[in-house]
Nanobody, 117 residues
Framework: QVQLVESGGGLVQPGGSLRLSCAAS????????MAWYRQAPEKQRELVAS???????NYADSVRGRFTISREHAKNTLYLQMNALKPDDTAVYYC???????????WGQGTQVTVSS
């Protein structure tokens, strides 16, 4: 089992920045992928960014160049630095962990990000 706890969401004005954190605990396997997803009202959950244990990253086109995903292995913590935020970035952001050997998938509870003036 893996537990994920997100933090760092909130209300920010357009053009502002936020940093989300996701603390992972439990049975962390060395070969894994961690990611941020988001879900806006009445929309499907979508991948925002992902990072594998080797460090490779992937971004949705809508956030590339504005968001940066990173991880701190020693603390088992995932981050998402979000800059130049837009109202369209408003959503609940979820942390995801996937064990690449077993395929087991875990989700955090989500943190609300609201971009509004």
């Amino acid at each position: 089992q893996v537990q994920l706890v997100e933090s760092g969401g909130g209300l920010v004005q357009p053009g502002g920045s936020l940093r989300l954190s996701c603390a992972a605990s439990g049975s962390i396997f060395s070969l894994n992928r961690m990611a941020w997803y988001r879900q806006a009202p009445e929309k499907q959950r979508e991948l925002v960014a992902s990072i594998i244990s080797g460090g490779g990253t992937n971004y949705a086109d809508s956030v590339r160049g504005r968001f940066t995903i990173s991880r701190e292995h020693a603390k088992n913590t995932l981050y998402l630095q979000m800059n130049a935020l837009k109202p369209d970035d408003t959503a609940v952001y979820y942390c995801n962990y996937r064990n690449l050997a077993s395929g087991n998938n875990y989700w955090g509870q989500g943190t609300q990000v609201t971009v509004s003036s």
